[in-house]
């Protein structure tokens, strides 16, 4: 679970590719209502407002209500958690090819 909201996981939220459409849409703006967002998908707004819902309990996404729009903005302070994963896994893959690389140095000579 994510430590920022316990009701979602990070990466259960960004395991959908819509959800990963529309944190990188988000990214890209400071923030976007609900409507603009709805536009850059093929499908409807209550489809797009259930992906938001599961970015928000991830607490990757804020919201605010402007008169009768909701617009949202990224809080991209939970995908440090899957920085730190893919770190991890990164120092791993560099190890172990750095020990290939010496065996097969050493088979060499």
Do not use: C
């Not at 819509?18 to 703006?29: H, K, V, W, Y």
């Not at 923030?31 to 093929?42: A, D, M, Y």
């Not at 938001?52 to 903005?73: H, P, S």
């Amino acid at each position: 679970m994510s430590e920022n909201n316990p009701l979602r996981d990070t990466f259960d939220a960004i395991a959908d590719p819509t959800r990963r459409e529309l944190i990188r849409l988000l990214a890209e703006a400071e923030e976007v209502p609900l409507h603009e967002l709805t536009s850059q998908f093929q499908m409807g707004r209550t489809a797009v407002s259930k992906h938001l819902t599961i970015l928000k309990e991830a607490g990757l996404v804020l919201d605010r209500k402007v008169g009768r729009e909701t617009r949202f903005r990224l809080n991209a302070e939970p995908l440090r958690e899957i920085q730190h994963w893919v770190s991890f896994y990164s120092k791993f893959w560099n190890t172990n090819l750095i020990r290939l690389q010496h065996l097969l140095e050493e088979e060499e000579e």
